[in-house]
T-cell receptor, first 111, second 116 residues
Protein backbone atom coordinates (compact mmCIF):
# COMPACT_ATOMS: atom_id res chain seq x y z
CA UNK A 1 0.00 0.00 0.00
CA UNK A 2 1.25 3.45 -0.91
CA UNK A 3 2.12 5.63 2.10
CA UNK A 4 2.51 9.38 1.63
CA UNK A 5 4.18 11.45 4.31
CA UNK A 6 4.50 15.19 4.59
CA UNK A 7 6.96 16.75 6.98
CA UNK A 8 6.73 19.09 8.78
CA UNK A 9 3.07 19.01 9.76
CA UNK A 10 3.17 22.75 10.40
CA UNK A 11 5.51 25.57 9.47
CA UNK A 12 5.59 29.24 10.40
CA UNK A 13 7.81 31.68 8.53
CA UNK A 14 8.13 35.47 8.22
CA UNK A 15 6.91 37.13 5.06
CA UNK A 16 9.42 37.20 2.23
CA UNK A 17 11.18 33.99 3.15
CA UNK A 18 11.75 31.22 0.61
CA UNK A 19 10.58 27.84 1.84
CA UNK A 20 10.45 24.17 0.93
CA UNK A 21 7.69 21.69 1.71
CA UNK A 22 8.43 17.99 1.55
CA UNK A 23 6.45 14.97 0.39
CA UNK A 24 7.68 11.39 0.43
CA UNK A 25 6.04 8.23 -0.84
CA UNK A 26 6.89 4.57 -0.40
CA UNK A 27 6.08 3.09 -3.83
CA UNK A 28 7.82 4.65 -6.82
CA UNK A 29 5.37 3.09 -9.32
CA UNK A 30 3.38 6.28 -9.79
CA UNK A 31 1.96 8.06 -12.83
CA UNK A 32 2.20 11.54 -11.40
CA UNK A 33 2.27 13.66 -8.28
CA UNK A 34 -0.01 16.60 -7.70
CA UNK A 35 0.35 19.44 -5.19
CA UNK A 36 -2.76 21.09 -3.77
CA UNK A 37 -3.55 24.01 -1.55
CA UNK A 38 -6.44 23.91 0.92
CA UNK A 39 -7.81 26.95 2.73
CA UNK A 40 -9.75 26.40 5.98
CA UNK A 41 -13.19 24.93 5.36
CA UNK A 42 -12.63 24.76 1.62
CA UNK A 43 -11.83 22.15 -0.97
CA UNK A 44 -8.46 21.49 -2.57
CA UNK A 45 -7.08 23.74 -5.28
CA UNK A 46 -4.67 22.17 -7.73
CA UNK A 47 -1.31 23.94 -7.88
CA UNK A 48 1.02 21.78 -9.94
CA UNK A 49 1.07 18.31 -11.47
CA UNK A 50 4.34 16.56 -12.25
CA UNK A 51 4.25 13.57 -14.54
CA UNK A 52 6.43 10.60 -13.63
CA UNK A 53 8.73 11.33 -16.58
CA UNK A 54 9.28 14.93 -15.47
CA UNK A 55 11.69 16.32 -12.89
CA UNK A 56 10.00 19.63 -12.13
CA UNK A 57 7.16 22.01 -12.87
CA UNK A 58 6.93 25.74 -12.28
CA UNK A 59 4.03 28.12 -11.87
CA UNK A 60 4.77 31.67 -10.81
CA UNK A 61 6.49 31.61 -7.41
CA UNK A 62 5.97 27.86 -7.08
CA UNK A 63 8.36 25.17 -8.21
CA UNK A 64 7.75 21.48 -7.63
CA UNK A 65 10.35 18.78 -8.14
CA UNK A 66 10.03 15.02 -8.32
CA UNK A 67 12.60 12.31 -7.69
CA UNK A 68 10.61 9.17 -8.33
CA UNK A 69 13.42 6.75 -7.61
CA UNK A 70 13.92 8.09 -4.10
CA UNK A 71 10.21 8.64 -3.49
CA UNK A 72 10.45 12.36 -2.85
CA UNK A 73 8.92 15.59 -4.04
CA UNK A 74 9.43 19.15 -2.88
CA UNK A 75 7.35 22.27 -3.30
CA UNK A 76 9.44 25.43 -3.27
CA UNK A 77 7.67 28.72 -2.58
CA UNK A 78 9.66 31.85 -3.34
CA UNK A 79 9.21 35.16 -1.53
CA UNK A 80 6.36 33.91 0.65
CA UNK A 81 3.37 36.17 1.32
CA UNK A 82 0.67 36.09 4.03
CA UNK A 83 -1.79 35.03 1.33
CA UNK A 84 0.21 31.82 0.93
CA UNK A 85 -0.97 30.72 4.38
CA UNK A 86 -2.89 27.47 3.89
CA UNK A 87 -2.46 23.72 4.13
CA UNK A 88 -0.48 22.18 1.29
CA UNK A 89 -1.14 18.56 0.35
CA UNK A 90 0.55 16.24 -2.09
CA UNK A 91 -1.08 13.27 -3.79
CA UNK A 92 0.43 10.48 -5.87
CA UNK A 93 -1.51 8.67 -8.57
CA UNK A 94 -1.04 4.92 -9.09
CA UNK A 95 -3.81 4.35 -11.62
CA UNK A 96 -7.07 5.92 -12.73
CA UNK A 97 -8.78 5.68 -9.40
CA UNK A 98 -5.98 5.45 -6.88
CA UNK A 99 -4.79 8.73 -5.48
CA UNK A 100 -2.93 8.64 -2.19
CA UNK A 101 -2.81 11.84 -0.16
CA UNK A 102 -0.47 13.05 2.54
CA UNK A 103 -1.87 14.71 5.66
CA UNK A 104 -0.55 18.08 4.58
CA UNK A 105 1.74 20.82 5.85
CA UNK A 106 -0.02 23.76 7.46
CA UNK A 107 1.85 26.92 6.45
CA UNK A 108 1.58 30.22 8.28
CA UNK A 109 3.30 33.23 6.73
CA UNK A 110 3.57 36.04 9.25
CA UNK A 111 3.34 39.66 8.04
CA UNK B 1 -15.33 26.09 -16.78
CA UNK B 2 -17.39 26.80 -13.66
CA UNK B 3 -15.52 24.30 -11.51
CA UNK B 4 -16.84 21.46 -9.40
CA UNK B 5 -19.81 22.49 -7.28
CA UNK B 6 -21.19 20.75 -4.22
CA UNK B 7 -24.43 21.24 -2.38
CA UNK B 8 -25.09 21.85 0.45
CA UNK B 9 -21.97 23.45 1.91
CA UNK B 10 -22.93 22.52 5.42
CA UNK B 11 -25.32 19.92 6.81
CA UNK B 12 -26.19 19.36 10.46
CA UNK B 13 -28.27 16.31 11.17
CA UNK B 14 -29.29 14.17 14.09
CA UNK B 15 -27.96 10.67 14.50
CA UNK B 16 -30.09 8.17 12.66
CA UNK B 17 -31.27 10.54 9.95
CA UNK B 18 -30.52 10.12 6.26
CA UNK B 19 -28.62 12.77 4.30
CA UNK B 20 -27.90 13.26 0.62
CA UNK B 21 -25.20 15.37 -0.98
CA UNK B 22 -24.93 16.47 -4.58
CA UNK B 23 -21.90 17.05 -6.78
CA UNK B 24 -21.84 18.70 -10.20
CA UNK B 25 -18.48 18.01 -11.85
CA UNK B 26 -16.83 20.12 -14.51
CA UNK B 27 -18.78 19.52 -17.69
CA UNK B 28 -17.18 16.96 -20.04
CA UNK B 29 -15.23 15.40 -17.16
CA UNK B 30 -15.72 11.65 -17.43
CA UNK B 31 -14.40 10.70 -14.03
CA UNK B 32 -15.95 11.62 -10.72
CA UNK B 33 -14.60 10.80 -7.27
CA UNK B 34 -15.91 11.05 -3.71
CA UNK B 35 -13.54 11.51 -0.82
CA UNK B 36 -13.94 11.98 2.91
CA UNK B 37 -11.65 14.21 4.94
CA UNK B 38 -11.41 14.54 8.69
CA UNK B 39 -9.59 17.30 10.54
CA UNK B 40 -5.84 17.24 10.06
CA UNK B 41 -5.91 14.38 7.58
CA UNK B 42 -5.69 14.09 3.83
CA UNK B 43 -8.72 13.01 1.80
CA UNK B 44 -9.61 9.31 1.89
CA UNK B 45 -11.02 7.65 -1.21
CA UNK B 46 -14.65 6.52 -1.03
CA UNK B 47 -15.74 5.72 -4.58
CA UNK B 48 -15.34 6.70 -8.21
CA UNK B 49 -17.35 6.75 -11.42
CA UNK B 50 -16.35 6.56 -15.01
CA UNK B 51 -19.28 8.21 -16.75
CA UNK B 52 -22.33 6.56 -15.11
CA UNK B 53 -20.56 3.37 -14.04
CA UNK B 54 -19.41 3.06 -10.43
CA UNK B 55 -16.13 1.22 -10.87
CA UNK B 56 -14.72 1.04 -7.37
CA UNK B 57 -15.84 1.43 -3.79
CA UNK B 58 -13.56 1.70 -0.79
CA UNK B 59 -13.98 -0.60 2.18
CA UNK B 60 -14.63 2.66 4.07
CA UNK B 61 -17.97 2.81 2.23
CA UNK B 62 -20.22 0.73 4.46
CA UNK B 63 -23.64 -0.46 3.31
CA UNK B 64 -25.13 2.71 4.80
CA UNK B 65 -23.44 4.69 2.03
CA UNK B 66 -24.60 4.72 -1.56
CA UNK B 67 -23.56 6.83 -4.52
CA UNK B 68 -25.06 7.31 -7.95
CA UNK B 69 -24.27 9.12 -11.14
CA UNK B 70 -27.39 8.36 -13.16
CA UNK B 71 -26.65 10.09 -16.46
CA UNK B 72 -22.92 10.45 -16.19
CA UNK B 73 -23.26 14.07 -15.14
CA UNK B 74 -24.04 15.02 -11.52
CA UNK B 75 -23.61 12.56 -8.67
CA UNK B 76 -25.28 12.04 -5.30
CA UNK B 77 -23.90 10.49 -2.14
CA UNK B 78 -26.43 9.28 0.40
CA UNK B 79 -25.70 8.26 3.97
CA UNK B 80 -28.44 6.34 5.74
CA UNK B 81 -28.85 6.11 9.51
CA UNK B 82 -26.06 8.60 10.14
CA UNK B 83 -23.66 8.05 13.03
CA UNK B 84 -21.46 10.56 14.83
CA UNK B 85 -18.43 8.96 13.19
CA UNK B 86 -19.77 10.08 9.82
CA UNK B 87 -19.02 13.70 10.73
CA UNK B 88 -16.45 14.88 8.19
CA UNK B 89 -15.95 16.95 5.06
CA UNK B 90 -17.19 15.11 1.98
CA UNK B 91 -15.29 16.16 -1.12
CA UNK B 92 -16.12 15.57 -4.74
CA UNK B 93 -13.52 15.72 -7.50
CA UNK B 94 -13.55 15.24 -11.24
CA UNK B 95 -11.03 14.72 -13.98
CA UNK B 96 -11.04 14.58 -17.74
CA UNK B 97 -10.14 11.71 -19.97
CA UNK B 98 -10.58 7.97 -20.12
CA UNK B 99 -6.99 7.11 -21.01
CA UNK B 100 -5.05 10.14 -19.82
CA UNK B 101 -3.38 9.34 -16.52
CA UNK B 102 -2.08 12.89 -16.28
CA UNK B 103 -5.38 14.71 -16.20
CA UNK B 104 -5.36 16.64 -12.91
CA UNK B 105 -7.97 16.26 -10.19
CA UNK B 106 -10.27 19.22 -9.61
CA UNK B 107 -12.08 19.43 -6.28
CA UNK B 108 -15.25 21.13 -5.14
CA UNK B 109 -15.51 23.05 -1.88
CA UNK B 110 -16.98 20.08 -0.08
CA UNK B 111 -19.97 19.43 2.14
CA UNK B 112 -19.27 19.68 5.87
CA UNK B 113 -21.44 17.10 7.70
CA UNK B 114 -22.01 17.33 11.43
CA UNK B 115 -23.95 14.52 13.11
CA UNK B 116 -25.25 15.41 16.57
Amino acid sequence: KQEVTQIPAALSVPEGENLVLNCSFTDSAIYNLQWFRQDPGKGLTSLLLIQSSQREQTSGRLNASLDKSSGRSTLYIAASQPGDSATYLCAVRRNFNKFYFGSGTKLNVKP
Amino acid sequence: DTGVSQDPRHKITKRGQNVTFRCDPISEHNRLYWYRQTLGQGPEFLTYFQNEAQLEKSRLLSDRFSAERPKGSFSTLEIQRTEQGDSAMYLCASSLGLVDYNSPLHFGNGTRLTVT
